[in-house]
């Protein structure tokens, strides 16, 4: 479904990726893991088109996304959950959602969908008209995922998923992207590595903007370094 080959990225005069590459397949879980620094959001910044790579290739659906603009990008069918969860503050829960299905694949079943995304988030369905300012940081994340998924996206980016958020609100929203996999493919931006591993079925470790393992989950959780370096066990 999304395949990166060689991309070399740079923020300004800096360069911030090298040579990376990594595929993503239909209905796959993937994470992309690293220390704070290490490209991470560079990488998502790459693939939705706010940061196009100077060299290397990316296609969505055998489709090169070179030249095309972040909305167009999004009209592909990829959306993006960004890292601190950026809701619009001052409307409410359903307005955010409703924000989400501008895409024309979002609003020709904008109803059915929302419907959707407030079973996956009961919680929004009792927030749903409450101003987004006043919810708490794990509300938000709840409703900058179900903004996202408002658009039906294939593919499904998250930056930072667990970032400022308690253990228990992570552990619950993990729970709840669990039951998307059948029909969102998931690409996973993480710095909780052990929940990351656990929820996804590949992963990538990026340090220094290079990939330097990838795998199964389970084997790099398995893995003596990962767990020392990452771990700290």
């Known amino acids: 479904m999304l395949e990166i080959s060689g991309i070399d990225v740079f923020r300004g005069e800096t360069q911030v990726l090298w040579e990376v590459s990594l595929k993503v397949r239909p209905g796959e879980r993937v994470a992309i893991l690293g220390s704070n620094g290490a490209g991470k959001s560079s990488l998502l910044a ?16 055998g489709a090169p996304l070179a030249g095309l603009k972040p909305y167009q990008i999004t009209q592909l069918g990829v959306a993006l959950v960004p890292e601190g969860r950026r809701v619009y ?20 079943q904008l109803h059915r969908t929302m419907e959707q995304v ?11 008209h409450q101003v987004a300012g006043t919810l708490s940081g ?5 409703l900058a995922i179900g903004r996202a998924l408002m658009s039906r996206p294939e593919l499904l980016l ?18 709840a992207l669990a039951g998307l996999v059948e029909e969102t493919t998931i690409l996973l931006v993480e710095q909780n590595v052990e929940q990351a591993l656990h929820h996804s079925q590949r992963a990538y470790i990026l340090e220094s903007g290079r990939m330097t393992r990838n795998g199964p989950s389970a084997e790099l959780m398995a893995d003596d370094d990962i767990r020392r370096a990452y771990l700290g066990l």
């Open 89 to 108: 503050r001052d409307m409410t829960a359903s307005e955010n959602l409703e924000m989400g299905a501008y895409p024309r694949r979002g609003r020709s």
């Open 46 to 61: 790459a693939i939705t088109g706010t940061l196009p790579p100077q060299r290397g290739t990316i296609t969505f659906k």
């Open 158 to 175: 998250i930056d930072e998923l667990s970032l400022g958020l308690a253990p228990v609100i992570t552990k619950e929203i993990y729970r």
């Open 118 to 128: 407030l079973r996956i988030f009961p919680v929004l369905d009792e927030r749903k």
């Open 138 to 142: 794990g509300e938000q994340q709840m």
